[in-house]
């Protein structure tokens, strides 16, 4: 009898011992890589090129909307028990809707009725930890968003500016509008980059929240501690739809 209790103690020291080493490789191999924050694909083609004038450059002015090739995510550091360096978890979704509407010339546009949403049933998460399947997080992520009963995130705004440069080179816009994640409304600005390429136009950008002013708590996982603060980003392709 003491015989058979000294190898099931031994079974399970075992298991534990395996379950320990799979851990070791997850949290402290160092073998972790997240993808570069999203940003603008390509560079416009400048007006000054022999094949493409100013005057062959279309207006901005019209409706826009999203189309394929969109992305918007978050990515948020984790710290690991034993690590002293963080790991970016990163997640994105490629469904992705809105749009936007522009009036003006060449000489400055502006924008209203800006609307994008972004499913938050398909996130999923993108960056790669040696040892560990990472989609394990998303449904802690889904349960701490509660996607059945908010399943998105929608960013929308009034009014904005366009430099008229736009129509031949990336430019920069700040656009201040309201935020809404888990039923939640708050003001942010986001800081972005625009361009126009192969007849879409391009917008990249990003701003940074705190989870808890969304009345979302920081998941909570063994073995790793999970800032409060994240980023939020995207890279939205839109094509003119009037």
Same mark, same amino acid.
Not at 130 to 152: C, E, I, M, S, Y
Not at 195 to 212: D, N, R
């Given at each position: 009898?003491?015989?058979?209790?000294?190898?099931?103690?031994?079974?399970?020291?075992? #298991?534990?011992?395996?379950? @320990?080493?799979?851990?070791?490789?997850?949290?402290?191999? @160092?073998?972790?890589?997240? !993808?570069?924050?999203?940003?603008?694909?390509?560079? !416009? %083609?400048?007006?000054?090129?022999? /094949?493409?004038? =100013?005057?062959?450059?279309?207006?901005?002015?019209?409706?826009?909307? *999203?189309?394929?090739? &969109?992305?918007?995510?978050?990515? %948020?550091?984790?710290?690991?028990?034993?690590?002293?360096?963080?790991?970016?978890?990163?997640?994105?979704?490629?469904?992705?809707?809105?749009?936007? $509407?522009?009036?003006?010339?060449?000489?400055?546009?502006?924008? &209203?009725?800006?609307?994008?949403?972004?499913?938050?049933?398909?996130?999923?998460? *993108?960056?790669? *930890?040696?040892?560990?399947?990472?989609?394990?997080?998303?449904?802690?992520?889904?349960?701490?968003?509660?996607?059945?009963?908010?399943?998105?995130?929608?960013?929308?705004?009034?009014?904005?500016?366009? =430099? @008229?440069?736009?129509?031949?080179?990336?430019?920069?816009?700040?656009?201040?509008?309201?935020?809404?994640?888990?039923?939640?409304?708050?003001? *942010?600005? %986001?800081?972005?980059?625009?361009?126009? #390429?192969?007849?879409?136009?391009? %917008?990249?950008?990003?701003?940074?929240?705190?989870? /808890?002013?969304?009345?979302?708590?920081? =998941?909570?996982? !063994?073995?790793?501690?999970?800032?409060? $603060?994240?980023?939020?980003?995207?890279?939205?392709?839109?094509?003119?739809?009037?």
């Amino acid at each position: 009898m003491k015989t058979r209790s000294l190898v099931v103690i031994g079974a399970v020291v075992a #298991v534990v011992a395996l379950a @320990g080493g799979a851990g070791y490789v997850y949290y402290f191999s @160092g073998l972790r890589s997240a !993808p570069a924050q999203l940003g603008l694909s390509a560079t !416009p %083609i400048a007006a000054t090129s022999p /094949t493409v004038t =100013p005057a062959a450059t279309a207006s901005l002015t019209g409706s826009w909307t *999203v189309t394929t090739g &969109s992305l918007a995510g978050y990515r %948020i550091n984790e710290l690991f028990v034993g690590q002293s360096s963080k790991h970016q978890a990163v997640a994105r979704t490629s469904t992705v809707s809105g749009g936007l $509407t522009v009036s003006g010339d060449s000489t400055g546009y502006q924008v &209203s009725s800006l609307t994008f949403t972004a499913d938050l049933t398909s996130l999923h998460s *993108v960056d790669t *930890v040696a040892g560990r399947d990472v989609t394990q997080r998303d449904g802690v992520v889904n349960r701490q968003l509660d996607v059945q009963q908010f399943p998105t995130a929608t960013f929308a705004a009034t009014s904005a500016s366009v =430099p @008229g440069g736009i129509t031949n080179q990336a430019v920069d816009v700040s656009v201040t509008g309201k935020l809404t994640i888990h039923g939640v409304t708050k003001d *942010v600005t %986001i800081k972005a980059k625009a361009q126009l #390429v192969g007849g879409k136009a391009e %917008i990249a950008g990003s701003t940074s929240i705190s989870m /808890t002013d969304y009345g979302v708590s920081p =998941p909570q996982m !063994p073995f790793v501690t999970v800032d409060s $603060t994240l980023l939020l980003e995207f890279d939205i392709f839109l094509v003119r739809s009037a």
